[in-house]
């Protein structure tokens, strides 16, 4: 019966025209999973993708996600899951079907976890990173080393380093030693 609730009210609550919040808090997390409307540019190239939190909710597997759109400038659009729990960002990956962390709830240097089906690792390589992009000067980020350990996500590379700012999220993505990406 528990359960059953648990999938049901999260529905009459959207009929009802309430909201449920399951934000966190934008000025302590490095990883906010409300309020991000961003654009990143491809180092590379012309061409951008646009990060956009909306105003919806999702459940799966018995859990409630916020919804986060994400559009490539030629148009091709996917949504992100993410909630917390117990201060962790969790997020759905769809290629598993599963949930995994996206960003503990207090990062320190050397912590490193694996995703549910062991296809990627995570660590938190530094916590007072400096970073200058083309459109501006950075300090005090944290960095996450992504590696994939399996070849599951083929069209991937195998490691990137992910830099974060605290209140604001994602900054910069590298790949191969390089600029990929960067919030404009």
């Not at 399951?22 to 061409?47: C, H, L, Q, R």
């Not at 105003?55 to 917390?84: A, C, P, W």
């Not at 995994?100 to 709830?105: L, T, Y």
């Not at 240097?109 to 995703?115: A, H, T």
């Amino acid at each position: 019966m528990r359960k059953i609730l648990t999938l049901i009210i999260p529905f009459i609550l959207i009929g009802c025209g309430a909201t449920l919040s399951i934000k966190n808090s934008d000025v302590e997390s490095y990883y906010p999973i409300s309020g991000i409307d961003a654009t990143f540019k491809y180092a590379d190239s012309d061409t951008f993708v646009f990060h956009k939190d909306l105003d919806q909710i999702q459940s799966k597997n018995g859990n409630t996600y916020s919804v986060r759109q994400i559009k490539n400038s030629s148009g091709k659009t996917t949504k992100t899951l993410y909630r917390l729990e117990n201060g962790n960002v969790m997020y759905f990956d769809k290629k598993s079907g599963t949930e995994n962390m996206i960003m503990p709830k207090e990062p320190k240097v050397g912590f490193s976890w694996r995703n549910s089906d062991n296809s990627w690792k995570y660590e938190i390589v530094d916590l007072n990173a400096n970073l200058e992009t083309p459109t501006k000067k950075y300090s005090g980020l944290l960095v996450m080393r992504a590696t994939q350990i399996s070849n599951r996500d083929e069209n991937k590379l195998t490691e990137y380093l992910n830099y974060y700012e605290k209140g604001t999220g994602k900054i910069a993505s590298f790949g191969n030693g390089k600029l990929m990406t960067y919030k404009l």
